[in-house]
């Protein structure tokens, strides 16, 4: 694992998803991205994915991380599908598995999408939006999920019903999107996002 430094207290990385399917045209690509951020009181973790698990090269990248800043590691997961390595990192750390909104460190908000099934995370002094499934990097820019990944909900979403869902996140100061899967948005993120969510009719 290679820690991607994106701006001073900020890393991204990608591993291969165990559950990747070459045959899925509407799935994932086989590296999903995962984010460490350097709070004033915690070091934390989103949607954190090692592979393989019982692998300490693997982690050493976050190891140094962790020794070195010597705070509390604080794990926080954007939909309840990206369980991932949560738990493997819960234990090497002793950290707190945060959910949702409860009990977030210092720097980090949460932006609730209950109509998506989805908690994304907004770091403002890195200017950064890391969302999960709702949000995917796509060439030139970003898109919203397609429908099908949203059908286990109880009212599936159609792309000009998400596209609206996400519309208040343009209120926010966006300078980078740190999407799961795809690539990354790392300069012009809100004309980004304000493109996707036009596009599809939000």
Known sequence: MELQRIADGLWRWTAQHPEWDPED????????????????????????LVVPEDDDAAWAPLDDVVRERGLPVVVLTT???????????VRRYDARDVRGDGALPAGVEARPLPDAG?????????????PGDRLLGAPGGLRPSPPDWTG?????????????????????????VLVSHGEPVLTDAHDALARAVQRHGG
């Open 25 to 48: 045209d509407e799935g994932w690509d086989q590296e999903v991205g995962s984010v460490l951020y350097a709070a004033p009181d915690a070091t934390v973790l989103i949607d954190p």
């Open 79 to 89: 939909i309840e599908f990206h369980s991932r390595s949560r738990e493997a990192a």
């Open 118 to 130: 989805e908690t994304m995370y907004w770091l403002p002094a890195v200017a950064t939006l890391v």
């Open 152 to 176: 286990y909900m109880p009212r599936p979403l159609e792309a000009p019903e998400l596209a609206a869902v996400l519309r208040p996140l343009l209120e926010l100061p966006v300078e980078r």
